[in-house]
C-alpha cells in the first residue's frame, strides 16, 4: 500500500512565526503536492514537485515556498505566518507510472493565531 | 474557469435509497478522471479512475460512469457508512501529472 504521511495531524502557530510542514512518502513517486482545504473552496494547490529540487507553482503560492532536497520527501514553508493561512494543508504524491491517481497523506490542521 | 464542477452541493439519502452524484467538466484532452472519497478531518482516499467515453468502474455500492461531457457516481442501497464527502478530479495532457478538483459532494445517508 502506498504511504504518505505528515509531520503533524494538528499544529498552532503565532503570527509571524516560520512554519515547516514535511512529507514523506515511501513508494518511490516522482511527483509530490501540497494542497490547502477550506470549507467551501474545495481543495486549491500550492505547490508541486515532479522531481528532486523540480518545482512549479499552483493557484496560490504567494506566502509559501517548498523544498524537495529527496525524492521522498516534500517540506511546505510558511515563511511568516499569517491568520488566513488557518487551514487543512494535504500532500499528496503520484506516480507516472501507471494511473497517475494521486495518494494523499492525512492531513495537517494548522491554526495560525 | 472552473473545469470540473460537481453537483448538488451536498445530499442527504436515507439508508437504502440510490442515488447519483454528477461530475461534469470542461477540459480538452482529457487524460483520466479520478473519484476519492474522504471522511472528515482526514485525507481524501481514491476510489476509482475513468480514461474513456463509456468506461465504468464498480465498488461494492459504488459503480462510476464517463461520458465525453460528465461522470456520475452511482450509489446503490447507501448505508450509513457512505456517507462522506466525494470528490472529483480530471487530469489533462501536459500538465505533469497535475489534477483539477472539483468541490465535491457531500453525502449524508440516515438510517
Known amino acids: 500500500d502506498v504511504k504518505v504521511t505528515q509531520s503533524s495531524r494538528y499544529l498552532v502557530k503565532r503570527t509571524g512565526e516560520k512554519v515547516f510542514l514535511e512529507c514523506v512518502q515511501d513508494?518511490?513517486?516522482?511527483?509530490m503536492f501540497w494542497y490547502r482545504q477550506d470549507p467551501g473552496l474545495g481543495l486549491r494547490l500550492i505547490y508541486f514537485s515532479y522531481d528532486v529540487k523540480m518545482k512549479e507553482k499552483g493557484d496560490i503560492p504567494e506566502g509559501y515556498s517548498v523544498s524537495r532536497e529527496k525524492k521522498e520527501r516534500f517540506s511546505l514553508i510558511l515563511e511568516s505566518a499569517s491568520t488566513n493561512q488557518t487551514s487543512m494543508y494535504l500532500c499528496?504524491?503520484?506516480?507516472?507510472?501507471?494511473?497517475?491517481?494521486?495518494?494523499f497523506g492525512p492531513g495537517t490542521r494548522l491554526t495560525v493565531t | 474557469e472552473d473545469q470540473v464542477t460537481q453537483s448538488p452541493e451536498a445530499l442527504r439519502l436515507q439508508e437504502g435509497e440510490s442515488s447519483s452524484l454528477n461530475c461534469s467538466y470542461t477540459?480538452?484532452?482529457?487524460?483520466?478522471l479520478f473519484w476519492y472519497r474522504q471522511d472528515p478531518g482526514k485525507g481524501p482516499e481514491f476510489l476509482f479512475t475513468l480514461y474513456s467515453a463509456g468506461e465504468e468502474k464498480e465498488k461494492e455500492r459504488l459503480k462510476a460512469t464517463l461520458t465525453k461531457k460528465e461522470s456520475f457516481l452511482h450509489i446503490t442501497a447507501p448505508k450509513p457508512e457512505d456517507s462522506a464527502t466525494y470528490l472529483c478530479?480530471?487530469?489533462?495532457?501536459?500538465?505533469?501529472?497535475?489534477?483539477?478538483f472539483g468541490r465535491g459532494t457531500q453525502l449524508t445517508v440516515w438510517p
Open positions: 477540459v480538452s484532452g482529457l487524460r483520466g
Open positions: 513508494m518511490d513517486h516522482e511527483n
Open positions: 499528496a504524491s503520484q506516480s507516472l507510472a501507471g494511473g497517475h491517481e494521486q495518494y
Open positions: 478530479a480530471v487530469r489533462r495532457g501536459s500538465t505533469l501529472g497535475r489534477l483539477y
